[in-house]
Nanobody, 118 residues
Framework: QVQLVESGGGLVQPGGSLRLSCAASGSIFSINSMGWYRQAPGEQRELVATITSGGSTNYADSVKGRFTISRDNAKNTVFLQMNSLKPEDTAVYYC????????????WGKGTLVTVSS
């Protein structure tokens, strides 16, 4: 089992920045990828960004050029640097980890709230 704990959410003005962190613990051996998803009020959860253990990244079109995902494998931590934030970025952000070895599957954190408002 993998446990994920997010931190770094909060209130920020439009155009501002936040940096989210996700610390993984437990059975972290051979985590293939980690990522960030978000869910805004009244909407479905959507992918924001992912990063593999090898460093390959993928971003949603809506955040390309503004968000950067990174990973510290030694500390089992993934980060999401969010710049030029917009009100539409307001959502609960969830950390995700995917394992391809036993016990395989997707693991989720409890989320951290990001509010972009003046």
């Amino acid at each position: 089992q993998v446990q994920l704990v997010e931190s770094g959410g909060g209130l920020v003005q439009p155009g501002g920045s936040l940096r989210l962190s996700c610390a993984a613990s437990g059975s972290i051996f051979s985590i293939n990828s980690m990522g960030w998803y978000r869910q805004a009020p009244g909407e479905q959860r959507e992918l924001v960004a992912t990063i593999t253990s090898g460093g390959s990244t993928n971003y949603a079109d809506s955040v390309k050029g503004r968000f950067t995902i990174s990973r510290d494998n030694a500390k089992n931590t993934v980060f999401l640097q969010m710049n030029s934030l917009k009100p539409e970025d307001t959502a609960v952000y969830y950390c995700n980890a995917r394992k391809l070895t036993f016990p395989s599957g997707d693991y989720w954190g409890k989320g951290t709230l990001v509010t972009v408002s003046s």
